[in-house]
C-alpha cells in the first residue's frame, strides 16, 4: 500500500510539472506568433521569408503544448504522458539552423537580433514578443528537467525521485561538479552584465548594454539559459548533499552544461560567427581578440568571465565522468592482501598442509576437554591424522549463515562458507568447532 502511495505521489508530481510547461509552452508561442504580426512586419512592407519561417515554428509549437496540456489536464478522456513532443519543439526553436552559410542564427537568436534593431523605436507588440520568447525559455526548463529526471523504465512513468547510484565517489563528483557549475555561471554573469575590458584608462560598457539601443537581447537570453544552468546545479547540490528530497541525478546538469559549450547561441558583438558556434566558444574568441590588442586591456571582471568559462569546461569533463561511473561503477569491501605471501610460505613448508592446531582462544577449553591419565596433550603441532576429524559435511555456525530460528542445526549446510579474505573454500574442524582456511592457514 505504501509503495503504491509513494508511485501515485511521483505520477502526480510528474503530471504538475508537465502541466505548468506545457502552459508556459503554450502562452508563450502565442504571445510571440501576436507580437510578431504586431510589431515585426512579417507580411506587411514586403515578405520577411526568415519571419514566416519563425512564425511557422512557433504556431506548430503551440499546438504541440496546447494539446500536450489538454492531455495532462483532463483525468478522463485523452491523457499525455509524454514530454519529449514538446521539448524537441521549443529545442527546435532554441537550436535548430534558420541560416548556416552566412553565420549560424538558430530561429530564436535571429529574432533577438533583429529585436535589437527595433528595441529604439518598441511598441506594445515588442515586448509581447520577448515575453513570449521568456516564456518559451522557461518551458524549455520544464521539459528538459521532465525528461532527464524522468524513470521511463517505472510502470507508472512518474518522476525518479531515486538516488541511483549511492556510491561515495559519485555523490562527490557530483556535488564537485554542482560547485563547479554554480560558480561558473555566477562568473559568466558577472562577465556579461559587469565591464570586462577597457580602452587605454577608460572602461568599456557590458556585453549585456552593447547593443544600440543600450541592450543586447541575445546577451539577456543567455543570462536567462545560464540562470537555468544556476538552479539546476543548485537543485543537484542539494539533493546531494540531502537538503532537498529531489533527484540526485547528474544528468540535467549535465545536459545544460553541454548545451552552453557545444549548441550554437549568443555571439559577442564584433565577433564572426562560424558555421557552428556556441557562446562558450564565441566568448573566447570575443576575449581572445581583446588580448591581442594593445591598446585593450581585459579588467579583473573579464578575468572572472575566462575563469569562468574554464571552470564549465571542467564541469563538463567531470559530469561524463560522473555519468558512465555512476551506471558502471560499484564498491564492494577489498580483502586483505595477504593471500599471496601465505601462499607462498605454504610451498616452502613454513605452513602445514595438515589439520591445523587449536585457535589460539579455544586452548583452555581444548585443555581441558582432552586432559586424561597420560597428561594434556601437546599443543607444539598440527594434531595427528586420527585427531581432530575433519568433516566433509560440517554444521553451519550462526556466524556465517543467520537462520531464522533460534534452534541448534542439525543437519549440514546447503553450501560451505568461503574466507572472507582470500575468497576460498573453508573447511570445519569438528574437534574446536571453528571453521579453518587453508589457504590463508588461519581460523576464520
Same mark, same amino acid.
Given at each position: 500500500?505504501?509503495?503504491?502511495?509513494?508511485?501515485?505521489?511521483?505520477?502526480? +508530481?510528474?503530471?504538475?510539472?508537465?502541466?505548468?510547461?506545457?502552459?508556459?509552452?503554450?502562452?508563450?508561442?502565442?504571445?510571440?506568433?501576436?507580437?510578431? *504580426?504586431?510589431?515585426?512586419?512579417?507580411?506587411?512592407? $514586403?515578405?520577411?521569408? *526568415?519571419?514566416?519561417?519563425?512564425?511557422?515554428?512557433?504556431?506548430?509549437?503551440?499546438?504541440?503544448?496546447?494539446?500536450?496540456?489538454?492531455?495532462?489536464?483532463?483525468?478522463?478522456?485523452?491523457?499525455?504522458?509524454?514530454?519529449?513532443?514538446?521539448?524537441?519543439?521549443?529545442?527546435?526553436?532554441?537550436?535548430?539552423?534558420?541560416?548556416?552559410?552566412?553565420?549560424?542564427?538558430?530561429?530564436?537568436?535571429?529574432?533577438?537580433?533583429? $529585436? +535589437?534593431?527595433?528595441?529604439?523605436?518598441?511598441?506594445?507588440? #515588442?515586448?509581447?514578443?520577448?515575453?513570449?520568447?521568456?516564456?518559451?525559455?522557461?518551458?524549455?526548463?520544464?521539459?528538459?528537467?521532465?525528461?532527464?529526471?524522468?524513470?521511463?523504465?517505472?510502470?507508472?512513468?512518474?518522476?525518479?525521485?531515486?538516488?541511483?547510484?549511492?556510491?561515495?565517489?559519485?555523490?562527490?563528483?557530483?556535488?564537485?561538479?554542482?560547485?563547479?557549475?554554480?560558480?561558473?555561471?555566477?562568473?559568466?554573469?558577472?562577465?556579461?552584465?559587469?565591464?570586462?575590458? !577597457?580602452?587605454?584608462?577608460?572602461?568599456? &560598457?557590458?556585453?549585456?548594454?552593447?547593443?544600440?539601443?543600450?541592450?543586447?537581447?541575445?546577451?539577456? &537570453? #543567455?543570462?536567462?539559459?545560464?540562470? $537555468?544552468?544556476?538552479?539546476?546545479?543548485?537543485?543537484?547540490?542539494?539533493?546531494?548533499?540531502?537538503?532537498?528530497?529531489?533527484?540526485?541525478?547528474?544528468?540535467?546538469?549535465?545536459?545544460?552544461?553541454?548545451?552552453?559549450? #557545444?549548441?550554437?547561441?549568443?555571439? %559577442?558583438?564584433?565577433?564572426?560567427?562560424?558555421?557552428?558556434?556556441?557562446?562558450?566558444?564565441?566568448?573566447?574568441?570575443?576575449?581572445?581578440?581583446?588580448?591581442?590588442?594593445?591598446?585593450?586591456?581585459?579588467?579583473?571582471?573579464?578575468?572572472?568571465?575566462?575563469?569562468?568559462?574554464?571552470?564549465?569546461?571542467?564541469?563538463?569533463?567531470?559530469?561524463?565522468?560522473?555519468?558512465?561511473?555512476?551506471?558502471?561503477?560499484?564498491?564492494?569491501?577489498?580483502?586483505?592482501?595477504?593471500?599471496?605471501?601465505?601462499?607462498?610460505?605454504?610451498?616452502?613448508?613454513?605452513?602445514?598442509?595438515?589439520?591445523?592446531?587449536?585457535?589460539?582462544?579455544?586452548?583452555?577449553?581444548?585443555?581441558?576437554?582432552?586432559?586424561?591419565?597420560?597428561? %594434556?596433550?601437546?599443543?607444539?603441532?598440527?594434531?595427528?591424522?586420527?585427531?581432530?576429524?575433519?568433516?566433509?559435511?560440517?554444521?553451519?555456525?550462526?556466524?556465517?549463515?543467520?537462520?531464522?530460528?533460534?534452534?541448534?542445526?542439525?543437519?549440514?549446510?546447503?553450501?560451505? %562458507?568461503?574466507?572472507?579474505?582470500?575468497?576460498?573454500?573453508?573447511?570445519?574442524?569438528?574437534?574446536? !568447532?571453528?571453521?579453518?582456511?587453508?589457504?590463508?592457514? !588461519?581460523?576464520?
Amino acid at each position: 500500500m505504501e509503495e503504491k502511495e509513494l508511485l501515485a505521489s511521483e505520477n502526480k +508530481n510528474y503530471r504538475i510539472l508537465l502541466l505548468v510547461g506545457a502552459l508556459f509552452g503554450l502562452l508563450g508561442s502565442i504571445a510571440l506568433a501576436v507580437g510578431m *504580426f504586431i510589431s515585426f512586419g512579417v507580411v506587411s512592407g $514586403g515578405v520577411d521569408v *526568415f519571419g514566416i519561417v519563425i512564425v511557422t515554428i512557433v504556431l506548430g509549437i503551440a499546438i504541440v503544448h496546447l494539446l500536450t496540456f489538454i492531455g495532462t489536464l483532463s483525468p478522463r478522456g485523452l491523457m499525455v504522458n509524454d514530454e519529449r513532443p514538446a521539448l524537441f519543439s521549443l529545442a527546435l526553436f532554441i537550436f535548430a539552423p534558420i541560416t548556416i552559410i552566412s553565420g549560424y542564427a538558430t530561429p530564436l537568436y535571429y529574432l533577438l537580433e533583429q $529585436g +535589437n534593431l527595433l528595441l529604439v523605436s518598441a511598441d506594445y507588440g #515588442f515586448y509581447i514578443t520577448f515575453i513570449g520568447a521568456a516564456f518559451m525559455l522557461i518551458a524549455f526548463f520544464f521539459m528538459a528537467w521532465i525528461f532527464a529526471w524522468k524513470n521511463r523504465l517505472s510502470t507508472t512513468g512518474g518522476l525518479n525521485l531515486g538516488g541511483g547510484n549511492e556510491i561515495v565517489l559519485v555523490r562527490i563528483l557530483r556535488i564537485l561538479m554542482a560547485i563547479l557549475s554554480i560558480f561558473a555561471a555566477i562568473g559568466t554573469i558577472l562577465g556579461l552584465c559587469l565591464s570586462i575590458y !577597457q580602452s587605454g584608462s577608460t572602461p568599456v &560598457a557590458a556585453l549585456l548594454y552593447s547593443a544600440p539601443a543600450g541592450l543586447d537581447l541575445k546577451a539577456l &537570453a #543567455f543570462i536567462i539559459l545560464l540562470g $537555468g544552468t544556476f538552479f539546476t546545479s543548485l537543485f543537484v547540490l542539494l539533493s546531494n548533499l540531502n537538503v532537498l528530497k529531489t533527484t540526485r541525478s547528474e544528468l540535467p546538469l549535465l545536459a545544460f552544461v553541454g548545451l552552453l559549450i #557545444f549548441m550554437p547561441g549568443y555571439t %559577442p558583438p564584433g565577433v564572426i560567427i562560424d558555421v557552428w558556434s556556441s557562446p562558450i566558444y564565441e566568448l573566447l574568441n570575443f576575449l581572445n581578440l581583446i588580448n591581442s590588442t594593445s591598446t585593450q586591456t581585459l579588467t579583473a571582471i573579464g578575468w572572472i568571465l575566462f575563469t569562468s568559462i574554464l571552470i564549465f569546461i571542467l564541469a563538463l569533463i567531470i559530469g561524463v565522468l560522473t555519468f558512465y561511473f555512476a551506471r558502471s561503477a560499484t564498491s564492494s569491501p577489498r580483502a586483505p592482501k595477504t593471500t599471496g605471501a601465505l601462499e607462498a610460505k605454504k610451498k616452502k613448508g613454513k605452513f602445514p598442509t595438515g589439520p591445523p592446531s587449536a585457535p589460539v582462544g579455544d586452548l583452555s577449553s581444548t585443555l581441558s576437554a582432552s586432559a586424561g591419565p597420560s597428561g %594434556p596433550p601437546s599443543m607444539s603441532g598440527p594434531p595427528s591424522s586420527s585427531q581432530p576429524v575433519v568433516s566433509s559435511e560440517p554444521p553451519t555456525p550462526p556466524t556465517f549463515i543467520p537462520t531464522t530460528s533460534t534452534a541448534s542445526v542439525s543437519g549440514p549446510p546447503s553450501e560451505t %562458507p568461503t574466507c572472507p579474505f582470500c575468497g576460498k573454500t573453508l573447511r570445519f574442524i569438528e574437534e574446536y !568447532q571453528r571453521w579453518y582456511c587453508d589457504s590463508c592457514a !588461519q581460523y576464520v
